[in-house]
Nanobody
Framework: QVQLLESGGGLVQAGGSLRLSCAAS????????MGWFRQAQGMEREFVSVVTSRTYSTDYADSVKGRFTISRDNAKNTVYLQMNSLKPEDTAIYYCAAVPGLLGSHYEEPSTYDYWGQGTQVTVSS
């Protein structure tokens, strides 16, 4: 069982920055692929970014490329999402998610992930 706890959300003006953190329980964090998703009000949950377990490969949604950076610290069992140049359309609840093993090509699909945090609200004002 893995428990995920996000933090770092808040209210920020357009152009500002936030860093989200996701702390994971368990002793095998290094073997988990970690993803970030977001869900705006009335919208479906969408992929934001992922970092793999072994090669630390990363990928991003086109809408956040060049603005967001995902990273992980296995010693702290934590994955981060640095968000810069925030836009009002980035407003959403942000969730981290985890899945072990070899990550396939469907990593942008929420159903790929086994565990989810409770989410943290990010609001970007114009």
């Amino acid at each position: 069982q893995v428990q995920l706890l996000e933090s770092g959300g808040g209210l920020v003006q357009a152009g500002g920055s936030l860093r989200l953190s996701c702390a994971a329980s368990g002793r095998t964090f290094s073997s988990w692929n970690m993803g970030w998703f977001r869900q705006a009000q009335g919208m479906e949950r969408e992929f934001v970014s992922v970092v793999t377990s072994r090669t630390y490969s990363t990928d991003y949604a086109d809408s956040v490329k060049g603005r967001f950076t995902i990273s992980r610290d296995n010693a702290k069992n934590t994955v981060y999402l640095q968000m810069n140049s925030l836009k009002p359309e980035d407003t959403a609840i942000y969730y981290c998610a985890a899945v072990p093993g070899l990550l396939g090509s469907h990593y942008e699909e929420p159903s790929t992930y086994d565990y989810w945090g409770q989410g943290t609200q990010v609001t970007v004002s114009s």
